[in-house]
C-alpha cells in the first residue's frame, strides 16, 4: 500500500480531521500500513513518546565514547566496546543481553614496507600525517598502511599502472603489449565504487605478485574540495585501509564457510578457503603514490586513466622498480557479537531484528561509530519506553556485529547460527551501518518494504530545512541521479532504492536467511573513509556538527522497528514487489542474445503474482478498516508473509556461489548489486542451459507465492463476508 492510496479512501473521517486541524509533520500520518484505525492512535502515541528521547548531547556523548581509540576487530578496545554496550544494554533495561564469541581467521599486519628502488629511491612513509587542530590524529595507536587479508611475501618487481584495475583495464594493458604478470600494479580507488576485493582478485588472476590500490585526489581528494582539517576531502596523506577478503564468493569466516564459527566448531584448511585472496596487498596515500606514478615510465595512459595529480600517468612495466615487504599475522581470534532483546508482549516469536557493527578501521568516526552511537541512543529510548510499561507487541532484537570490516564476519556468524530460527520467527532485518556522513537521507529496501520506508518518511522533519524528510529525500535522491545523468523525476515508484547489493551486515539475512531488509543512512560529501581522519573531529566539523542527523537516525530506525513490531498486519506491500520484479525482468531483457530464452511465461508469473499482491493489499485494507480481524486470522496472514519472502531461497544457491540463495537479490563481485542473480549471470555468460533452468525455478517459486497470497486473501475475503473476524 503506499501512503497515498492509504490516505485516499479507507479512512476518510481521519482525513477529515487532517483537513481542520493540519497536523504538524512530525507527528504521525492518519492511517497507518497495517493498523487499524484504533491500533494507528495508539502506535502514534506510543512513537511520539518514543521520538521525544533520543537527544543529539546523548549521541554525542556516545560517539565520544566508541571513537577515542581505534577499534579494528579482534583488538582489546573493540572488546572493551562489546563489554561496554552489554552493560550499557543491561543498564538501559533491555533483555536477554550476552555476548556471544566466534572463533575467527582473523588479519592483523605485523610489518608492512614499500620502496620504489629504481630509478630513483624512495621510501613510503604509509603513515598519515598528523594535525594540531585534530589531537587524535596524533595518537600512537594509529595503524599505517595496510589491508585486510593481504598474504605475506617479499618481492622487487617493475610497477604497471592499472587503472581501477577492473578487468577490461587489464585487456587494455595486454593490447599495449604490457604484462602485468609477476610484476606489481598500481591501481586506484574508484568512482563508480569497486570493491577493493574485486581488484585484488582480477590482480592475482592476471598473475600479478602484488596489488598496491591508492586513494587518487580526484576521486576523494583536493579535485573534489576543500581538504581535511579544513574540509571534508581526503588530505594528501590519508590512507583507505580496508579488507580484500573475497566475501563477494563466501562472506563471514574464510574458514567456517556455510556455518558458525561457535568454539569448537569445524574449520577448513586454509587452503581451501574460497574467500582468501592469494595475493599480497597494499593500500597507499597519494603521498605514497606520487613517486611511484612520477617515475613509473613507459607509453602515455589514456585520457580517462589520467589522474588529479599535476602530471601525465604513464603505464610502466620495466622502468621502475619497486620492492614490497608484507608480513601479516592471519591468525584465529575471538570476535565478540553483542545482542540484546525486547520481548514481545503478545508475539514473542516474531522478530524485529536491528544491527550495527562496532569494529572501525581506525576511530570509526562516521563508519560505523556513527550508527553506533545512533543505536546507543535508539536502545536507551526503547529501555525507557519499557520502563514506562510500554513494551512491543513481537520481540525486537539488537545486536553490535564484530568484523564487518574484515568480511562481514560477525553478522554472517550469527545469522549462520541462527538460521533455522531466524527462518521460523524473523520479521525483518534493519540495518544501519554509517548512519550520518552529511545530511542527504538515503533509504534501501526490498520492494515489499518500500511503502513502509516512504510512509514513515513523512512523518520526519529534515533538521536543515524543516521540510518533511520525505520532500528532502527526494529532493537528494534527484540530485544524485542528475549528477549520475540519470533522467526521469523521482516518483514514490523509484525514490526507495530496491537494488540491494552487498558490502554490509544485511547480506546474511538477505542472501543467505531470506529476510527482507531495510538499510538507512544520512550522506555527504566524505573523503577520509577507512582512514585515520574518520574521527570524531569530521563528524563535529562537517558529517554531523549538531547531531542532528544521528538523532534523527535513532528516531526513524526506531519508528520503522516499531512499525513493523506493533502492526496488526504486517506492512509488506507484495503488488509493489511484483512491479518491481518486473522491472528486474524488463532489465534483464535488454541483454544480447536474448531470442535464446523465452522470458514470456516468467513475465506472466510476475503478473500474476503483482495482481496477488494487489488483492490482498486490497482485502488487507478493508479488514483493517472493519477493524474485526480475528488474532488467529491475523497471525495466519502475518506469518504467510514471512513465509513468502523465505520462498525466494534456492537452497541450491548461485551456480559457483551456494551460500548466495535469494533469487530476486544477489551481488556482483565488486559489490554492486545483481537482481535476479543466477539467471542474469547465466545470461550475462550466454549460458542458456543453466538461464533456462534458473527462469523456471523463479517461475515456480513466484506461482507458489502467488498461490500463497490467494489463500490469504480468500481467508480474509471470507471472514469480511461473514461480517466478522474469525
Ligand atoms: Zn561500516
Given amino acids: 500500500m503506499s501512503h497515498l492510496r492509504s490516505l485516499s479512501a479507507i479512512i476518510l473521517p481521519a482525513f477529515c480531521t487532517l483537513l481542520i486541524a493540519p497536523t504538524p509533520p512530525s507527528s504521525a500520518p492518519q492511517s497507518m500500513l497495517g493498523f487499524t484505525a484504533a491500533a494507528s492512535r495508539q502506535e502514534a502515541k506510543v512513537e511520539q513518546k518514543f521520538r521525544a528521547i533520543p537527544s ?3 549521541e554525542r556523548r556516545q560517539h565520544r565514547i566508541f571513537t577515542a581509540e581505534p577499534h579494528i576487530a579482534g583488538s582489546p578496545r573493540n572488546n572493551e566496546l562489546a563489554r561496554y554496550i552489554a552493560a550499557q544494554w543491561k543498564k538501559q533495561g533491555l533483555e536477554d543481553v550476552r555476548i556471544r564469541r566466534y572463533d575467527v581467521y582473523s588479519t592483523e599486519p605485523r610489518s608492512t614496507s614499500l620502496e620504489l628502488v629504481s630509478p630513483v629511491h624512495y621510501v613510503a612513509g604509509l603513515r598519515e600525517q598528523p594535525y594540531a587542530a585534530d589531537p587524535d590524529t596524533s595518537n600512537k595507536a594509529v595503524s599505517s598502511a595496510w589491508l585486510g587479508m593481504s598474504i605475506s611475501g617479499e618481492v622487487t618487481a617493475p610497477l604497471v599502472y592499472a587503472h581501477s584495475g577492473n578487468p577490461e583495464d587489464y585487456d587494455y594493458l595486454r593490447k599495449q603489449g604490457i604484462s602485468v604478470r609477476g610484476k606489481i600494479v598500481l591501481v586506484r580507488y574508484s568512482n563508480p565504487y569497486s570493491y577493493r576485493g574485486f581488484k585484488a582478485l582480477t590482480a592475482e588472476r592476471e598473475g600479478a605478485a602484488a596489488v598496491l590500490i591508492y586513494s587518487d585526489p580526484a576521486e576523494d581528494g583536493y579535485k573534489k574540495g576543500k581538504v581535511f582539517p579544513d574540509g571534508p576531502w581526503g588530505p594528501e596523506s590519508h590512507i583507505q585501509r580496508g579488507a580484500i577478503t573475497y566475501d563477494f564468493i563466501v562472506p563471514g569466516d574464510p574458514l567456517t564457510p556455510g556455518w558458525a564459527s561457535i568454539p569448537g566448531a569445524k574449520h577448513i584448511a586454509v587452503k581451501d578457503a574460497r574467500s582468501l585472496p592469494k595475493i599480497m596487498a597494499l593500500p597507499l596515500s597519494w603521498h605514497d603514490a606520487k613517486p611511484l606514478l612520477e617515475h613509473i615510465g613507459g607509453p602515455t595512459a589514456p585520457k580517462d586513466w589520467q589522474g588529479g595529480l599535476p602530471f601525465a600517468y604513464h603505464l610502466g612495466g620495466k622502468d621502475a622498480q619497486v620492492h614490497l615487504k608484507i608480513d601479516m599475522d592471519n591468525s584465529i581470534k ?19 531484528v536491528m544491527g550495527n557493527h562496532r569494529d572501525a578501521w581506525v576511530f570509526g568516526g562516521v563508519d560505523p561509530s556513527s550508527g553506533t552511537a545512533s543505536m546507543m541512543e535508539l536502545t536507551r529510548a526503547l529501555g525507557q519506553m519499557l520502563r514506562q510499561g510500554i513494551r512491543p507487541k513481537r520481540t525486537l532484537v539488537i545486536c553490535s556485529w564484530d568484523g564487518e570490516e574484515v568480511g562481514l564476519t560477525g553478522s554472517t556468524e550469527w545469522g549462520e547460527q541462527f538460521q533455522d530460527e531466524l527462518r521460523k520467527k524473523a520479521v525483518a532485518y ?10 542527504n537521507f538515503e533509504g534501501s529496501a526490498v520492494a515489499s518494504l518500500a511503502p513502509l520506508l ?9 533538521p536543515a530545512t524543516g521540510q518533511p524528510l520525505y520532500e528532502a529525500w527526494k529532493a537528494s535522491v534527484e540530485r544524485a541521479r542528475k549528477e549520475l545523468k540519470e533522467n526521469g523525476p523521482v516518483t514514490d515508484a523509484n525514490l526507495v532504492d530496491t537494488r540491494i547489493g552487498s558490502g554490509s551486515d544485511h547480506t546474511v539475512f538477505l542472501n543467505h536467511v531470506g529476510m527482507p531488509v531495510i538499510g538507512l543512512d544520512f550522506d555527504g560529501p566524505y573523503g577520509v573513509y577507512h582512514s585515520m581522519y574518520d574521527d570524531f573531529y569530521w563528524i563535529n566539523h562537517f558529517g554531523d556538527p549538531g547531531y542532528r542527523y544521528h538523532t534523527l537516525m535513532s528516531q526513524l530506525w526506531g519508528v520503522i522497528a516499531l512499525r513493523l513490531a506493533n502492526a496488526d498486519l504486517l506492512p509488506f506491500d507484495f503488488g ?5 520484479i518486473g522491472q528486474f525482468v524488463d532489465e534483464l531483457a535488454k541483454g544480447k542474445n536474448m531470442s535464446q530464452l523465452d522470458l514470456a511465461p516468467l513475465r506472466s508469473a510476475v503478473g500474476n503474482f503483482s495482481a496477488a499482491g494487489r488483492k490482498l493489499d486490497l482485502a488487507e485494507r478493508q479488514a483493517l478498516a472493519a477493524g474485526n480481524l480475528s488474532p488467529a486470522l491475523e497471525q495466519q496472514v502475518n506469518e504467510s508473509a514471512m ?7 534456492n537452497p541450491q544457491g548461485i551456480p559457483g556461489r551456494p551460500w548466495f540463495k535469494h533469487m530476486l537479490y544477489g551481488a556482483r563481485y565488486t559489490y554492486a548489486h545483481l537482481e535476479l542473480p543466477a539467471l ?4 550475462e555468460k550466454g549460458d542458456w542451459t543453466t538461464a533456462r533452468a534458473q527462469a523456471e525455478l523463479l517461475r515456480q517459486a513466484l506461482e507458489k507465492n502467488t498461490r500463497l497470497l490467494q489463500e490469504v486473501t480468500k481467508e480474509l475475503q471470507d471472514s469480511q463476508s461473514q461480517g466478522r473476524g474469525n
Avoid: K
Fill in 643 to 649: 513465509q513468502l519472502e523465505r520462498n525466494w531461497l
Fill in 334 to 352: 575471538p570476535y565478540y557479537v553483542v545482542e540484546a532483546r525486547i520481548r514481545g508482549a503478545q508475539l514473542p516469536d516474531q522478530w524485529v
Fill in 56 to 58: 543529539p548531547a546523548e
Fill in 454 to 462: 516512504r510512509e514513515v518518511s513523512h512523518t520526519f522533519q529534515d
Fill in 576 to 580: 509493489e514487489y511484483g512491479d518491481n
Fill in 680 to 683: 542474469t549471470e547465466a545470461v
Fill in 430 to 439: 534493519i540495518n544501519v551501518d554509517s548512519s550520518t556522513s552529511g545530511p
